[in-house]
């Protein structure tokens, strides 16, 4: 890694180690090296997605320090208490793979409010249509600021196709395009802060 940028060669290789499945008995996982350059990937994205958010919101939007680890998207789905609202955009070019997104329906419903020039307080339980659209435009800000971010850290184009948004409750078997329950993840988790 020279001028603090990763090689394609590098990024396919993190990419190819986090998303195959291991043969071996034993799961090694990511190293450690791999989770701080994942961690800080992750980092300079979310905090490029929270100073948008922050200009939409006209708020000041803070994220704390990423936790980075590896998973399968069954053990991820098992983890969360829905309802949640979903985004996901495919890479289309300057890197291969998924980016995504989750937010509980409860920060979604303060964000589409301060948005709509309410004050955040009495968030509801569930979005309305207005809502919805509201919080999606947020998220695609923030992912697509995130995938700017990354594009500048690689000195190259990173394009990325058109979200994906979607709200999982409870009980709904969830699906995500190309990304089946064994398929190893990384999962890069931030508090974020409003």
């Given at each position: 890694m020279g001028?603090?940028?990763?090689?394609?060669?590098?990024?396919?290789?993190?990419?190819?180690?986090?998303?195959?499945?291991?043969?071996?008995?034993?799961?090694?996982?990511?190293?450690?090296?791999?989770?701080?350059?994942?961690?800080?990937?992750?980092?300079i994205s979310m905090s490029t997605a929270a100073t948008a958010l922050s200009t939409l919101l006209n708020k000041a939007v803070n994220i704390t320090t990423p936790q980075v680890l590896t998973t399968t998207f069954k053990e991820l789905v098992a983890e969360f208490e829905t309802p949640y609202i979903l985004l996901q955009v495919q890479f289309e070019s300057g890197?291969?793979?998924?980016?995504?997104?989750?937010?509980?329906?409860?920060?979604?419903?303060?964000?589409?409010?301060?948005?709509?020039?309410?004050?955040?307080?009495?968030?509801?339980?569930?979005?309305?249509?207005?809502?919805?659209?509201?919080?999606?435009?947020?998220?695609?800000?923030?992912?697509?600021?995130?995938?700017?971010a990354i594009s500048t850290m690689l000195s190259r184009p990173v394009d990325i196709d058109p979200p994906f948004t979607q709200i999982w409750n409870s009980g709904d078997e969830m699906s995500l395009q190309g990304i089946a329950n064994d398929t190893k993840i990384v999962r890069i988790s931030f508090r974020l802060n409003i």
């Open positions: 001028d603090n940028f990763l090689s394609q060669e590098e990024i396919d290789s993190l990419l190819k180690k986090s998303m195959e499945v291991d043969n071996m008995e034993e799961e090694k996982g990511i190293s450690d090296e791999e989770k701080d350059i994942m961690g800080e990937v992750g980092n890197l291969r793979g998924t980016n995504v997104l989750l937010m509980n329906i409860r920060d979604a419903s303060i964000i589409a409010n301060l948005m709509m020039g309410g004050d955040g307080s009495n968030p509801n339980e569930e979005l309305s249509e207005i809502e919805l659209s509201a919080v999606s435009e947020a998220m695609n800000q923030m992912i697509g600021s995130a995938s700017t």
